[in-house]
């Protein structure tokens, strides 16, 4: 409000009451001029001052608007004293026009702003009934009913009949009961829903606004049935009337009340307590909730490093962001209504923005060693620390899982050689421990153990030592690599090279023995019956004999020699692929074989591979499964060739207990496949390879 205003505002309001209470003192129906003339000016009059007062504090808030208001209309109903008829009937009409903006001043307290609904519904309402009732009812009446002898008269009579007077008068009553009920209850459901800090500021403005409308509910319903109970009210709502403005002053101006309350706040930060219940101390909101402002106010979190969420627009929520320095350090999450005590909130964001931002430094911290602990957590490394007794302090969950254990707790405390070195090691390994003392220098090694679920692990190790500040070693800091898969690998690997080994050098002796014990011998028979042929020769029928069975001796020699070479290479794969290949290879099977594969023609050394595991999987059944047939299928689904080789013998086959299965494994293994033996007792054998196409 402009201060060139006020004087005028003063003067229109003490120009008012002295009209009201000339009007008053000057009745010759008002019975109690004392009474009515002490109450009602001082009801109007403090309404005129909190609401001016209010306009000057706060005007951005309409609360004040709406206290002067009430208080300036109100004085117009002293002319329902007036002896004129016509003034008399004016002030019947005016004088419930104050009910308006007292409607309006309860239900937007203390935003100063009616909601849409029902608050502006209501306040229509009230408008429309202060409009159209009370002059009805004068069409049809000299008096209304209510008045009893203590009235002037009507100056617009146009037609008296008690029954419509009767009606028209009843039925404002009871609108008046119900808009007021209305009223009441939906403050009532206002009041349930607030929190502490808003049921605080909304407590002496709804018990002295709902005092006063009970009482005129009161008053209206004793009005339908007598004139005296209800007159016996009536000085009763005058002075609770009277009161309204107080509360509602009292409510807009809190933050002005509420300086001691800065300065407790200040005591209880020295005194220790723990910031946030001093902070909602001070605002008197118990749900008050405080976030830090990390990584240059990007990012809040709350106390523990933890992220904090602002509410969202609409939740009954507001923010109050703290600064200091000209840097946001943090946030206060408090009820809405508290945000209305301007200048409370203000004076405690800065006189709680250096203890915030000390506080905010050590949320800085725990976010960060939040953050180191989750990537800590996450790592598939083993981590841990070790005292400078050799007791385990912290460890990530990998080296839980490496430990063999469901809980760090089961790990925690214990000595280290105790779950990381076998029993028969550890005492070797707390003498190099205590060797290594006081400094224990950054060390490399590794261990091979026996975990708490007995899973054998090999883990290699590096550790470093802290220190404190006087060069003190306090801790030792342990990382480990779980290379148990790796050294399985190496192992494999190993032993698969040596079966190949193995396998060639087999491979070159059984050819050899073929050699030397099949077509070799054969060539030795021949060179001997070719020179007993010729020694024969003048002898031309033994010398026949002779060269036959040399011709034989030739024939057995070649189908070995044949054999030979399909073993080493058969020249059916080269020439016409691996479909006819196979289908020679169960042509010259003892047991019938069924050939499922591809017509296309593969790269050489697949198709290679895809022999010789169809060729050696079909002479496994033939020496040992008792199969009467033997089923090949061979696709190439999703960039790899499947080989299947199935058969209805006595199943049981054990890859790990003879060499040709194994050799089939690692023959796979080259081409980077996979070799799966499905053989359960009694139901047959089925050997499924895949290998790469693009291996």
């Known amino acids: 409000m402009r201060r060139s205003l006020l004087p005028v505002a003063i003067a229109v309001a003490l120009a008012e009451a002295t009209g009201a209470i000339w009007i ?262 118990p749900s008050l909730e405080v976030g830090y402002c990390i990584d240059e106010g990007q990012r809040l979190v709350d106390r523990h490093g933890r992220p904090f969420e602002l509410p969202a627009a609409g939740s009954g929520r507001a923010v109050t962001m703290v600064e200091h320095d000209g840097r946001r350090v943090g946030a206060l999450v408090h009820d809405a209504s508290v945000s209305e005590e301007r200048e409370l909130v203000a004076s405690v964001a800065a006189t709680v923005a250096l203890a915030l931002d000390n506080e905010r430094l050590e949320a800085d911290l725990r976010a960060q060693y939040d953050f180191l602990t989750t990537i800590v957590d996450t790592a598939p490394s083993l981590l841990l620390t070790i005292d400078a007794e050799g007791r385990i302090r912290n460890l990530n969950p990998a080296t839980v899982v490496a430990a063999g254990y469901e809980d760090e707790e089961q790990v925690r405390g214990s000595y280290f050689w105790d779950v990381f070195i076998d029993e028969s090691e550890r005492d070797a390994m707390t003498a190099r421990f205590h060797a290594a003392a006081p400094g224990h220098a950054p060390a490399e090694y590794e261990n091979a153990f026996t975990n708490g679920q007995g899973e054998r692990r090999v883990i290699a190790w590096r550790s470093a030592p802290v220190l404190d500040d006087a060069g003190s070693v306090i801790r030792i800091i342990g990382g480990g690599l779980d290379i148990t898969q790796r050294k399985r690998d190496e192992e494999e690997l190993k032993a698969s090279r040596t079966r190949i080994v193995a396998a060639e050098d087999g491979a070159r002796r059984r050819l050899e023995r073929n050699l030397h014990d099949g077509a070799q011998q054969r060539l030795v028979a021949l060179s001997v019956a070719l020179r007993l042929a010729q020694a024969k020769l003048a002898d031309p029928e033994a010398a026949g004999q002779i060269l036959t069975q040399a011709g034989d001796e030739l024939a057995h020699a070649l189908e070995e020699l044949r054999e030979i070479a399909r073993g080493i290479h058969p020249a059916v794969l080269t020439d016409r692929g691996l479909n006819a290949a196979l289908r020679s290879l169960a042509d010259r099977a003892p047991i019938p074989v069924e050939i499922s594969t591809l017509e296309r023609r593969l790269p050489d050394h697949i198709e290679a591979a895809a022999y010789y595991v169809v060729s050696e999987a079909v002479t496994n059944v033939v020496k040992h499964a008792r199969a009467s047939s033997v089923e090949v299928r061979i696709d190439a689904p999703d960039g790899s060739l499947v080989i299947q080789v199935s058969d209805d013998g006595i199943g049981g086959a054990d890859p790990r207990g003879g060499s040709g299965l194994r050799g089939l494994a690692d023959r796979v293994a080259v081409f980077d496949g996979r070799l799966e033996v499905l053989s359960p007792p009694d139901g047959g054998t089925r050997v499924v390879a895949e290998i790469p196409l693009g291996a």
Do not use: M
Not at 125 to 141: K, M, R
Not at 161 to 187: C, H, K, M, Y
Not at 196 to 202: H, K, M, P, S, V
């Open 24 to 285: 008053v003192w000057t009745s010759d129906h008002e019975p109690h001029k004392y009474a009515t003339t002490a109450l009602a000016v001082t009801a109007g009059l403090s309404f005129v001052a909190s609401g001016l007062i209010a306009l000057a504090r706060r005007p951005e808030n309409r609360t004040g608007l709406y206290l002067a208001a009430v208080g300036y209309l109100w004085f117009f109903g002293a002319l329902s004293d007036a002896n004129s008829r016509v003034a008399w009937t004016v002030g019947v009409f005016l004088t419930n026009l104050a009910f308006v903006p007292f409607a309006a001043l309860v239900l937007a307290f203390p935003t100063g702003r009616l909601a849409r609904r029902p608050d502006r519904l209501l306040v229509r309402a009230t408008a429309g009934f202060v409009l159209v009732g009370p002059p009805l009812l004068l069409l049809f009446a000299k008096q209304p009913p209510s008045c009893g002898k203590n009235c002037g008269e009507s100056a617009i009579v146009l037609y008296r009949s008690p029954a419509i007077e009767r009606v028209v008068d009843v039925a404002g009553s009871a609108f008046v009961v119900v808009l007021t009920a209305a009223v009441v209850v939906v403050l009532a459901r206002r009041w349930r829903k607030a929190g502490r800090a808003l049921r605080r500021l909304l407590l002496p403005v709804y018990v002295a606004g709902g005092s006063a409308l009970v009482v005129l509910l009161l008053s209206n319903l004793f009005s339908t049935f007598s004139t005296t109970a209800a007159d016996t009210v009536g000085p009763a709502f005058l002075v609770f009337f009277a009161t309204v403005p107080l509360a509602f002053l009292l409510g807009i101006l809190r933050s002005r009340l509420a300086r001691g309350s800065v300065a407790g706040l200040v005591v209880a930060i020295g005194r220790g307590t723990p910031l946030r219940e001093a902070i909602a101390e001070a605002l008197g909101d």
